[in-house]
Protein backbone atom coordinates (compact mmCIF):
# COMPACT_ATOMS: atom_id res chain seq x y z
CA UNK A 1 0.00 0.00 0.00
CA UNK A 2 0.80 3.88 0.20
CA UNK A 3 3.34 5.58 -2.48
CA UNK A 4 6.70 3.85 -2.18
CA UNK A 5 7.30 1.43 -4.94
CA UNK A 6 7.48 -2.15 -4.19
CA UNK A 7 9.32 -2.96 -7.21
CA UNK A 8 12.84 -1.97 -6.04
CA UNK A 9 14.39 -0.79 -3.04
CA UNK A 10 13.96 2.25 -1.49
CA UNK A 11 16.10 5.56 -2.29
CA UNK A 12 17.79 7.50 0.19
CA UNK A 13 20.17 10.39 -1.10
CA UNK A 14 22.09 11.93 2.03
CA UNK A 15 23.53 15.34 0.98
CA UNK A 16 26.51 15.51 2.99
CA UNK A 17 28.95 12.70 4.74
CA UNK A 18 30.06 13.70 7.89
CA UNK A 19 28.64 13.85 11.27
CA UNK A 20 24.50 14.67 10.93
CA UNK A 21 24.54 12.55 7.01
CA UNK A 22 26.47 9.65 8.04
CA UNK A 23 24.40 9.51 11.26
CA UNK A 24 21.58 8.86 8.78
CA UNK A 25 23.07 6.74 6.53
CA UNK A 26 23.77 4.22 9.02
CA UNK A 27 20.86 3.94 11.51
CA UNK A 28 19.31 3.63 8.13
CA UNK A 29 21.04 0.72 7.67
CA UNK A 30 20.45 -0.65 10.72
CA UNK A 31 16.86 -0.14 10.21
CA UNK A 32 16.64 -1.58 7.17
CA UNK A 33 17.84 -4.90 8.08
CA UNK A 34 15.68 -4.98 11.52
CA UNK A 35 18.15 -3.84 13.82
CA UNK A 36 17.82 -1.36 16.35
CA UNK A 37 19.77 1.69 15.43
CA UNK A 38 22.85 1.60 17.09
CA UNK A 39 22.30 5.55 18.10
CA UNK A 40 19.27 4.34 19.74
CA UNK A 41 19.58 3.40 23.92
CA UNK A 42 16.33 1.73 24.09
CA UNK A 43 14.94 -1.75 21.68
CA UNK A 44 13.42 0.22 18.77
CA UNK A 45 9.88 -1.03 18.12
CA UNK A 46 9.45 -2.59 14.89
CA UNK A 47 6.14 -3.27 13.12
CA UNK A 48 5.64 -7.26 13.02
CA UNK A 49 4.78 -7.35 9.04
CA UNK A 50 7.61 -5.18 8.26
CA UNK A 51 10.84 -6.19 9.79
CA UNK A 52 13.65 -5.41 6.83
CA UNK A 53 13.43 -3.97 3.63
CA UNK A 54 15.48 -3.17 0.57
CA UNK A 55 17.50 -0.10 0.66
CA UNK A 56 20.03 1.92 -1.61
CA UNK A 57 21.85 4.53 0.27
CA UNK A 58 23.67 7.21 -1.89
CA UNK A 59 25.78 9.92 0.19
CA UNK A 60 27.34 12.46 -2.00
CA UNK A 61 29.78 14.69 -0.11
CA UNK A 62 32.85 17.47 -1.14
CA UNK A 63 35.11 15.39 0.31
CA UNK A 64 36.98 12.26 0.22
CA UNK A 65 36.86 10.90 3.59
CA UNK A 66 34.92 11.46 7.03
CA UNK A 67 36.57 14.99 8.45
CA UNK A 68 36.37 15.34 12.34
CA UNK A 69 36.17 18.99 12.26
CA UNK A 70 36.07 19.36 15.72
CA UNK A 71 39.50 18.17 15.37
CA UNK A 72 40.13 20.87 13.10
CA UNK A 73 42.23 22.91 16.03
CA UNK A 74 44.28 20.59 17.11
CA UNK A 75 44.94 18.85 13.00
CA UNK A 76 46.23 22.28 12.16
CA UNK A 77 48.94 22.47 14.99
CA UNK A 78 50.07 18.68 14.98
CA UNK A 79 51.16 16.36 12.10
CA UNK A 80 50.22 13.16 13.65
CA UNK A 81 47.19 14.23 14.55
CA UNK A 82 46.03 15.58 11.14
CA UNK A 83 47.03 12.31 9.44
CA UNK A 84 44.24 10.56 12.24
CA UNK A 85 41.65 13.21 11.55
CA UNK A 86 40.46 12.89 7.86
CA UNK A 87 39.31 9.20 6.90
CA UNK A 88 39.12 8.49 3.55
CA UNK A 89 35.51 7.04 3.11
CA UNK A 90 37.04 3.82 1.44
CA UNK A 91 38.93 3.25 4.40
CA UNK A 92 35.82 3.29 6.76
CA UNK A 93 35.11 -0.72 7.26
CA UNK A 94 31.67 0.73 8.83
CA UNK A 95 30.50 2.03 5.37
CA UNK A 96 31.90 -0.83 3.46
CA UNK A 97 28.39 -2.15 2.11
CA UNK A 98 26.67 -2.50 -1.33
CA UNK A 99 24.15 -0.46 -0.65
CA UNK A 100 25.88 2.63 0.68
CA UNK A 101 27.20 4.15 -2.53
CA UNK A 102 29.36 7.27 -1.30
CA UNK A 103 29.98 9.70 -4.58
CA UNK A 104 32.47 12.79 -4.21
CA UNK A 105 30.78 15.43 -5.65
CA UNK A 106 28.85 18.51 -5.12
CA UNK A 107 24.90 18.36 -4.70
CA UNK A 108 24.31 21.14 -7.13
CA UNK A 109 19.97 21.02 -7.37
CA UNK A 110 17.66 19.29 -6.04
CA UNK A 111 13.99 18.62 -7.49
CA UNK A 112 11.45 17.85 -4.78
CA UNK A 113 8.13 17.48 -6.67
CA UNK A 114 10.70 15.07 -9.09
CA UNK A 115 12.19 13.73 -6.44
CA UNK A 116 15.57 14.53 -7.99
CA UNK A 117 18.98 15.30 -7.05
CA UNK A 118 21.75 16.35 -9.34
CA UNK A 119 25.60 15.94 -8.34
CA UNK A 120 28.56 17.59 -10.32
CA UNK A 121 31.43 15.47 -9.71
CA UNK A 122 34.33 16.01 -7.74
CA UNK A 123 36.75 15.55 -10.99
CA UNK A 124 35.03 15.73 -14.23
CA UNK A 125 32.03 18.29 -13.29
CA UNK A 126 30.23 16.08 -15.26
CA UNK A 127 26.21 16.45 -13.72
CA UNK A 128 24.54 13.21 -12.89
CA UNK A 129 20.55 12.88 -12.14
CA UNK A 130 19.69 10.68 -9.02
CA UNK A 131 16.48 9.82 -8.99
CA UNK A 132 15.40 9.02 -4.89
CA UNK A 133 12.46 8.17 -2.63
CA UNK A 134 14.09 10.31 0.86
CA UNK A 135 15.91 13.13 0.79
CA UNK A 136 18.29 14.02 3.95
CA UNK A 137 20.15 17.35 4.03
CA UNK A 138 22.88 17.13 5.78
CA UNK A 139 25.58 19.35 4.05
CA UNK A 140 26.41 21.73 7.31
CA UNK A 141 27.41 24.75 7.23
CA UNK A 142 30.64 26.34 5.09
CA UNK A 143 33.42 27.90 7.00
CA UNK A 144 36.63 29.58 5.63
CA UNK A 145 40.47 29.20 5.88
CA UNK A 146 41.48 28.47 8.61
CA UNK A 147 38.97 27.65 10.81
CA UNK A 148 38.31 24.61 8.12
CA UNK A 149 40.50 23.12 5.72
CA UNK A 150 39.41 23.80 2.14
CA UNK A 151 40.78 20.85 0.49
CA UNK A 152 38.56 18.12 -0.53
CA UNK A 153 41.11 15.43 -0.61
CA UNK A 154 42.90 13.97 2.06
CA UNK A 155 45.97 14.50 -0.14
CA UNK A 156 45.64 18.10 -0.93
CA UNK A 157 44.65 18.43 3.36
CA UNK A 158 47.80 16.87 4.71
CA UNK A 159 49.74 19.25 2.54
CA UNK A 160 47.79 22.44 3.49
CA UNK A 161 47.60 21.36 7.26
CA UNK A 162 51.58 20.87 7.19
CA UNK A 163 52.19 24.17 5.61
CA UNK A 164 50.19 25.71 8.12
CA UNK A 165 51.78 23.33 11.07
CA UNK A 166 55.32 24.83 9.91
CA UNK A 167 54.18 28.29 9.42
CA UNK A 168 53.12 28.44 12.85
CA UNK A 169 56.20 25.89 13.72
CA UNK A 170 58.30 28.24 12.72
CA UNK A 171 56.55 31.71 14.35
CA UNK A 172 59.45 33.01 15.87
CA UNK A 173 58.35 36.53 16.91
CA UNK A 174 54.33 34.55 18.45
CA UNK A 175 51.40 34.10 16.98
CA UNK A 176 48.19 36.17 17.28
CA UNK A 177 45.01 34.57 16.87
CA UNK A 178 41.97 36.79 15.74
CA UNK A 179 38.65 35.98 17.41
CA UNK A 180 37.72 34.91 21.20
CA UNK A 181 34.72 32.38 20.44
CA UNK A 182 34.95 28.87 20.79
CA UNK A 183 36.94 27.88 17.15
CA UNK A 184 40.09 31.01 17.97
CA UNK A 185 39.89 29.79 22.12
CA UNK A 186 40.28 26.44 21.25
CA UNK A 187 42.86 27.14 18.66
CA UNK A 188 44.63 29.29 20.26
CA UNK A 189 44.64 26.40 23.05
CA UNK A 190 45.55 23.60 21.08
CA UNK A 191 48.66 25.65 19.50
CA UNK A 192 50.00 26.35 22.81
CA UNK A 193 49.60 22.91 24.30
CA UNK A 194 51.61 20.96 21.06
CA UNK A 195 54.24 23.90 20.82
CA UNK A 196 54.67 25.00 24.18
CA UNK A 197 57.89 27.21 22.86
CA UNK A 198 55.29 29.51 21.05
CA UNK A 199 53.93 32.50 22.10
CA UNK A 200 50.15 32.63 21.75
CA UNK A 201 48.29 35.57 21.78
CA UNK A 202 44.07 35.77 21.46
CA UNK A 203 42.76 39.08 20.89
CA UNK A 204 39.04 39.33 21.41
CA UNK A 205 37.54 42.88 20.38
CA UNK A 206 34.78 42.28 23.22
CA UNK A 207 35.10 42.34 27.33
CA UNK A 208 34.36 38.55 27.52
CA UNK A 209 35.37 35.56 25.37
CA UNK A 210 32.49 33.59 23.57
CA UNK A 211 30.76 36.89 23.72
CA UNK A 212 28.25 35.59 20.23
CA UNK A 213 27.36 32.46 22.10
CA UNK A 214 24.49 32.75 24.69
CA UNK A 215 25.85 31.31 27.66
CA UNK A 216 26.49 32.57 31.13
CA UNK A 217 28.53 35.15 32.40
CA UNK A 218 30.61 32.47 34.32
CA UNK A 219 31.05 30.29 31.76
CA UNK A 220 33.21 33.17 30.02
CA UNK A 221 35.03 33.52 32.78
CA UNK A 222 36.48 30.65 33.17
CA UNK A 223 37.12 30.12 29.82
CA UNK A 224 39.29 32.88 30.17
CA UNK A 225 41.08 31.62 33.29
CA UNK A 226 41.51 28.13 31.98
CA UNK A 227 42.77 29.52 28.53
CA UNK A 228 45.80 31.48 30.52
CA UNK A 229 46.59 28.49 32.69
CA UNK A 230 47.51 26.80 29.44
CA UNK A 231 50.14 29.50 28.42
CA UNK A 232 47.85 31.96 26.58
CA UNK A 233 48.15 35.57 26.45
CA UNK A 234 44.88 37.03 25.93
CA UNK A 235 44.01 40.93 25.09
CA UNK A 236 40.35 41.86 25.28
CA UNK A 237 38.55 44.49 24.46
CA UNK A 238 41.37 44.75 21.22
CA UNK A 239 39.55 45.06 17.86
CA UNK A 240 42.25 44.51 15.22
CA UNK A 241 42.83 47.96 13.07
CA UNK A 242 45.29 46.66 10.43
CA UNK A 243 48.33 44.52 9.80
CA UNK A 244 50.98 45.05 7.73
CA UNK A 245 54.81 43.22 7.39
CA UNK A 246 58.00 45.11 8.94
CA UNK A 247 61.17 43.69 9.37
CA UNK A 248 62.66 43.03 12.48
CA UNK A 249 65.89 44.09 14.01
CA UNK A 250 67.74 40.85 13.44
CA UNK A 251 66.19 41.08 9.47
CA UNK A 252 63.20 38.70 9.81
CA UNK A 253 60.07 39.77 8.85
CA UNK A 254 57.03 40.15 11.32
CA UNK A 255 53.56 41.60 11.04
CA UNK A 256 52.86 44.89 13.02
CA UNK A 257 49.13 44.64 14.48
CA UNK A 258 47.33 47.27 15.33
CA UNK A 259 44.17 47.70 17.13
CA UNK A 260 41.55 50.49 17.26
CA UNK A 261 42.74 52.01 20.46
CA UNK A 262 46.28 53.13 19.18
CA UNK A 263 48.01 49.51 20.87
CA UNK A 264 50.58 47.69 18.61
CA UNK A 265 51.64 44.35 18.72
CA UNK A 266 54.26 42.22 17.01
CA UNK A 267 53.87 38.46 15.44
CA UNK A 268 55.44 36.13 13.02
CA UNK A 269 51.75 35.23 12.03
CA UNK A 270 48.40 36.31 12.45
CA UNK A 271 45.57 33.33 11.81
CA UNK A 272 42.00 34.43 11.44
CA UNK A 273 39.68 32.58 13.71
CA UNK A 274 36.64 34.47 13.10
CA UNK A 275 34.10 31.67 11.90
CA UNK A 276 31.94 33.70 8.83
CA UNK A 277 29.80 30.39 8.31
CA UNK A 278 27.93 30.74 4.93
CA UNK A 279 25.25 28.43 3.71
CA UNK A 280 25.54 25.26 1.77
CA UNK A 281 21.85 24.91 0.69
CA UNK A 282 22.01 26.65 -2.58
CA UNK A 283 20.75 23.40 -4.37
CA UNK A 284 17.41 23.93 -2.41
CA UNK A 285 14.38 25.81 -3.37
CA UNK A 286 14.23 29.18 -1.92
CA UNK A 287 11.14 27.79 -0.32
CA UNK A 288 12.96 25.26 2.11
CA UNK A 289 15.24 28.02 3.67
CA UNK A 290 15.02 30.74 5.59
CA UNK A 291 16.78 34.38 4.52
CA UNK A 292 20.04 33.04 5.98
CA UNK A 293 19.68 29.91 3.79
CA UNK A 294 18.51 27.47 7.04
CA UNK A 295 16.60 24.63 6.06
CA UNK A 296 12.98 25.61 8.10
CA UNK A 297 11.72 22.43 9.56
CA UNK A 298 9.30 21.02 11.61
CA UNK A 299 10.09 18.92 15.11
CA UNK A 300 10.17 15.74 13.63
CA UNK A 301 12.78 17.30 10.83
CA UNK A 302 10.50 16.85 7.97
CA UNK A 303 11.35 20.24 5.91
CA UNK A 304 8.68 22.70 6.25
CA UNK A 305 8.09 23.91 2.96
CA UNK A 306 8.56 22.57 0.49
CA UNK A 307 6.77 19.82 -2.46
CA UNK A 308 6.53 16.42 -1.14
CA UNK A 309 7.74 17.88 2.57
CA UNK A 310 7.05 14.03 4.40
CA UNK A 311 10.33 12.60 1.87
CA UNK A 312 12.91 15.50 3.13
CA UNK A 313 14.53 15.53 6.02
CA UNK A 314 17.38 17.52 7.49
CA UNK A 315 19.42 17.70 10.13
CA UNK A 316 23.11 19.05 11.86
CA UNK A 317 24.15 22.52 11.32
CA UNK A 318 22.06 23.71 8.68
CA UNK A 319 18.71 23.44 10.44
CA UNK A 320 16.63 26.40 11.43
CA UNK A 321 17.10 25.21 15.07
CA UNK A 322 17.92 27.27 18.11
CA UNK A 323 21.45 26.80 19.98
CA UNK A 324 24.78 26.60 19.68
CA UNK A 325 25.42 23.96 16.89
CA UNK A 326 26.79 21.19 18.43
CA UNK A 327 28.41 17.85 16.78
CA UNK A 328 26.37 15.91 19.42
CA UNK A 329 23.20 17.73 17.65
CA UNK A 330 24.07 16.44 14.33
CA UNK A 331 24.68 13.24 15.23
CA UNK A 332 21.77 12.70 17.22
CA UNK A 333 19.39 14.74 14.51
CA UNK A 334 20.78 12.40 11.83
CA UNK A 335 19.74 9.84 13.74
CA UNK A 336 16.06 10.83 14.72
CA UNK A 337 15.92 11.55 10.43
CA UNK A 338 16.80 7.84 9.85
CA UNK A 339 14.23 6.65 12.38
CA UNK A 340 11.22 9.48 11.63
CA UNK A 341 12.12 8.44 7.49
CA UNK A 342 11.27 4.29 8.79
CA UNK A 343 8.81 5.12 10.61
CA UNK A 344 7.26 7.01 7.18
CA UNK A 345 7.76 3.96 5.52
CA UNK A 346 6.79 1.32 8.20
CA UNK A 347 3.07 3.54 7.49
CA UNK A 348 3.54 3.43 3.76
CA UNK A 349 3.90 -0.12 3.92
CA UNK A 350 1.66 -1.27 6.75
CA UNK A 351 -0.53 1.30 7.49
CA UNK A 352 0.61 2.19 11.08
CA UNK A 353 0.13 5.81 12.17
CA UNK A 354 4.13 7.08 12.55
CA UNK A 355 5.44 7.67 16.04
CA UNK A 356 7.84 10.48 14.86
CA UNK A 357 10.78 11.24 17.26
CA UNK A 358 11.08 15.43 17.88
CA UNK A 359 13.62 18.09 18.56
CA UNK A 360 13.01 20.05 21.22
CA UNK A 361 14.35 23.52 21.99
CA UNK A 362 18.11 23.66 22.86
CA UNK A 363 18.88 25.07 26.37
CA UNK A 364 22.50 27.29 25.64
CA UNK A 365 25.49 24.42 26.01
CA UNK A 366 28.95 24.12 24.94
CA UNK A 367 31.70 21.94 25.45
CA UNK A 368 35.17 23.27 24.75
CA UNK A 369 38.50 21.92 24.90
CA UNK A 370 40.89 24.38 26.13
CA UNK A 371 44.39 22.52 25.62
CA UNK A 372 44.68 20.00 28.90
CA UNK A 373 41.70 21.17 30.36
CA UNK A 374 38.26 21.94 28.94
CA UNK A 375 35.23 24.26 29.90
CA UNK A 376 31.49 23.07 29.88
CA UNK A 377 28.30 24.35 30.04
CA UNK A 378 25.06 22.58 30.67
CA UNK A 379 21.65 23.20 32.26
CA UNK A 380 21.64 20.24 34.71
CA UNK A 381 25.54 20.69 36.38
CA UNK A 382 26.08 24.22 34.93
CA UNK A 383 30.01 25.63 34.51
CA UNK A 384 32.70 22.85 34.98
CA UNK A 385 36.18 22.78 33.39
CA UNK A 386 39.22 20.88 34.09
CA UNK A 387 41.13 17.98 33.11
CA UNK A 388 38.32 15.83 34.20
CA UNK A 389 36.08 16.86 32.00
CA UNK A 390 38.42 17.33 29.34
CA UNK A 391 38.64 13.42 29.95
CA UNK A 392 35.06 13.07 29.97
CA UNK A 393 33.91 15.45 26.66
CA UNK A 394 36.79 14.79 24.39
CA UNK A 395 38.52 11.56 26.07
CA UNK A 396 42.29 13.21 24.77
CA UNK A 397 41.77 13.22 21.26
CA UNK A 398 39.39 15.62 20.62
CA UNK A 399 36.12 14.07 20.60
CA UNK A 400 37.76 11.95 17.50
CA UNK A 401 37.05 8.50 18.98
CA UNK A 402 34.10 8.93 20.95
CA UNK A 403 32.11 10.42 17.39
CA UNK A 404 33.87 7.43 15.20
CA UNK A 405 32.77 4.01 18.10
CA UNK A 406 28.85 6.27 18.33
CA UNK A 407 28.73 6.54 14.05
CA UNK A 408 30.33 2.89 13.82
CA UNK A 409 32.95 3.87 11.33
CA UNK A 410 35.31 0.92 12.57
CA UNK A 411 33.00 -2.30 11.13
CA UNK A 412 30.02 -3.63 10.51
CA UNK A 413 27.66 -2.51 13.00
CA UNK A 414 27.60 -5.19 16.65
CA UNK A 415 25.61 -4.22 19.29
CA UNK A 416 27.51 -5.00 22.11
CA UNK A 417 30.32 -3.50 20.71
CA UNK A 418 28.79 0.17 20.50
CA UNK A 419 29.73 2.36 23.15
CA UNK A 420 26.32 3.21 25.26
CA UNK A 421 25.23 5.73 27.46
CA UNK A 422 28.42 6.42 29.21
CA UNK A 423 30.30 6.97 26.17
CA UNK A 424 27.21 8.92 24.18
CA UNK A 425 28.73 12.49 23.34
CA UNK A 426 27.83 14.54 25.97
CA UNK A 427 26.17 17.25 24.66
CA UNK A 428 23.58 14.91 23.33
CA UNK A 429 22.50 13.65 26.78
C1 LIG B 1 36.91 24.42 14.47
C2 LIG B 1 35.61 23.89 15.00
C3 LIG B 1 35.56 23.30 16.24
C4 LIG B 1 34.36 22.78 16.73
N1 LIG B 1 34.33 22.20 17.96
C5 LIG B 1 33.18 21.64 18.43
C6 LIG B 1 33.15 20.99 19.68
O1 LIG B 1 34.14 20.92 20.41
N2 LIG B 1 31.97 20.40 20.07
C7 LIG B 1 30.84 20.44 19.28
O2 LIG B 1 29.82 19.87 19.65
N3 LIG B 1 30.85 21.08 18.08
C8 LIG B 1 31.99 21.67 17.65
N4 LIG B 1 31.99 22.33 16.44
C9 LIG B 1 30.73 22.39 15.66
C10 LIG B 1 30.54 21.07 14.91
O3 LIG B 1 31.71 20.78 14.18
C11 LIG B 1 29.35 21.16 13.98
O4 LIG B 1 28.19 21.40 14.76
C12 LIG B 1 29.21 19.87 13.16
O5 LIG B 1 30.30 19.73 12.29
C13 LIG B 1 27.90 19.85 12.34
O6 LIG B 1 27.85 18.65 11.63
P1 LIG B 1 27.07 18.55 10.24
O7 LIG B 1 27.18 17.11 9.82
O8 LIG B 1 25.73 19.15 10.36
O9 LIG B 1 27.86 19.49 9.23
P2 LIG B 1 29.37 19.49 8.75
O10 LIG B 1 30.26 18.86 9.76
O11 LIG B 1 29.66 20.88 8.32
O12 LIG B 1 29.36 18.54 7.49
C14 LIG B 1 28.73 18.87 6.30
C15 LIG B 1 29.31 18.02 5.18
O13 LIG B 1 28.61 18.33 3.96
C16 LIG B 1 29.53 18.50 2.90
N5 LIG B 1 28.92 19.42 1.93
C17 LIG B 1 28.67 20.75 2.04
N6 LIG B 1 28.04 21.20 0.96
C18 LIG B 1 27.87 20.14 0.13
C19 LIG B 1 27.29 19.97 -1.14
N7 LIG B 1 26.69 20.98 -1.81
N8 LIG B 1 27.34 18.76 -1.72
C20 LIG B 1 27.92 17.71 -1.07
N9 LIG B 1 28.47 17.81 0.14
C21 LIG B 1 28.44 19.01 0.74
C22 LIG B 1 30.80 19.02 3.55
O14 LIG B 1 31.95 18.67 2.77
C23 LIG B 1 30.79 18.31 4.91
O15 LIG B 1 31.50 17.09 4.90
C24 LIG B 1 33.19 22.87 15.95
C25 LIG B 1 33.24 23.49 14.68
C26 LIG B 1 34.43 23.99 14.21
C27 LIG B 1 34.47 24.65 12.84
Given at each position: ?62 RDGYYHLIGTPLALADSEYAKKNWVKYSDC ?55 VP?STTRKQYLLEAERQIQ?LN ?20 E???V ?201 GDLGWT?CW????LA ?19
Amino acid sequence: MGSLPESHAIRVFVAGGSYAGVAAAVNLLDLSQGLTPRQNEETYGFHDDFKTFDIEITMVDERDGYYHLIGTPLALADSEYAKKNWVKYSDCAGLQFPNIKILQGSVANVDPEAKTATVSDHLTKEISTHKYDYFVAASGLRRVWPVVPQSTTRKQYLLEAERQIQNLNNAKHGVVIVGGGAVGIEMAAELKMVKPHLKVTLIHSRDKLLSNENLPDETRDVALKVLKEGGVEALMSHRLASTKKVEATDGSVKQEIEFTNGHKIFASEVVMAVSKSTRTTSYLPESAVDEEGYVKIKTNLNFEEISNADYHFAAGDLVKWAGIKRCGAAMHQGHLAAENIHQHITQQRTGKAPEFRTINPVPPMIGLAVGKQAVAHNPGSGTTYGEDVAEAYFRGDLGWTICWNWLGLAGRFVKAEYPKKADAPKSEL
